[in-house]
């Protein structure tokens, strides 16, 4: 009877250890910030006839989304162009899938549609973003470095601009998405263009070269912010680069000779100082 009894009683406690640890996580699930939304930093539309009169209107849209979440990606977002003529008739509307939006991190997208009528007003937008942890830290997800733009307007039309993209990361990246931000002199956003490089490696550059035709005025154009990310809706392709691990920064042996003697530190307490 004593040993029922004893059994009972380390049952029991048990039974509360497990209890309290579950509400306690569950307190704590309750107590964890919540995600936000993502946030649109800067859109434009512009609306340009096509080069060809009987293909009508190009419909031309740029963006930059932001997001605040600093453990969290950003998946699955598709952007939603509707454009409506004088009467509120829709004469355009195109579902955009974008890439996935690193934590703490921004994604700058364009796009463009072709409208048979021209559209007088046009409206973008977004379907919330599914979320997802991130497995490393936000340092570990380091930008792709672009080097080399050079922007110019061909005597065609529109606004040229070519450059490279190289990668951070010792594993080589399948497809990065190239996007050019059109800006004028006091830095607001007029539209943009994306292009694709594929199969970016450590210590070697890819050409990018972007022709973006559906600007609306290419004599506003002061200049063009390029920015390079990973391709596709989720976060994989980043997870996958990050997690091969980044180029070292320094790789080549220091040329100089070393110190002949040591500059000296500051002496701890009881410590006597040296020269």
Known sequence: ????????????????????????????????????????????????????????????????????????????????????????????RMEQPLDAVPPA?????????????????????????????????????????????RTGRPKDGGYLVTGYVGTPYRLPAGTLAVTALLRDSAGRLLGGGTTFVDDVRENRRRRFLLDIESVADPGEVAGAEVVARTWGSSSRPYEELALGGAVPVHTVKPTTSPFEEDRGRRALPGETATP
């Not at 434009?44 to 209107?57: A, F, I, K, L, N």
């Not at 007088?120 to 919330?128: D, F, H, S």
């Open 1 to 92: 009877m004593a040993y029922i009894t004893r059994t009972a009683g380390v049952l029991g406690a048990l039974t509360l250890i497990l209890l309290t640890g579950c509400a306690s996580e569950r307190r704590q699930d309750d107590d964890a910030p919540e995600l936000r939304a993502l946030t649109v930093a800067e859109e434009v539309s512009s609306v340009v006839r096509s080069e060809d009169r009987h293909d009508g209107y190009v419909v031309n849209w740029a963006g930059v989304l932001a997001n605040p979440n600093p453990w969290h990606f950003g998946e699955h977002v598709v952007v939603t162009v509707v454009g409506l003529d004088a009467r509120g008739k829709e004469v355009v």
């Open 105 to 149: 991190g921004s994604l700058a997208f364009t796009g463009q549609a072709l409208a048979v009528k021209k559209p007088a007003k046009v409206t973008i937008g977004y379907r919330p973003a599914e979320w997802r942890r991130a497995g490393r830290i936000v340092s570990a997800f380091k930008p792709f470095p672009v080097s080399g733009v």
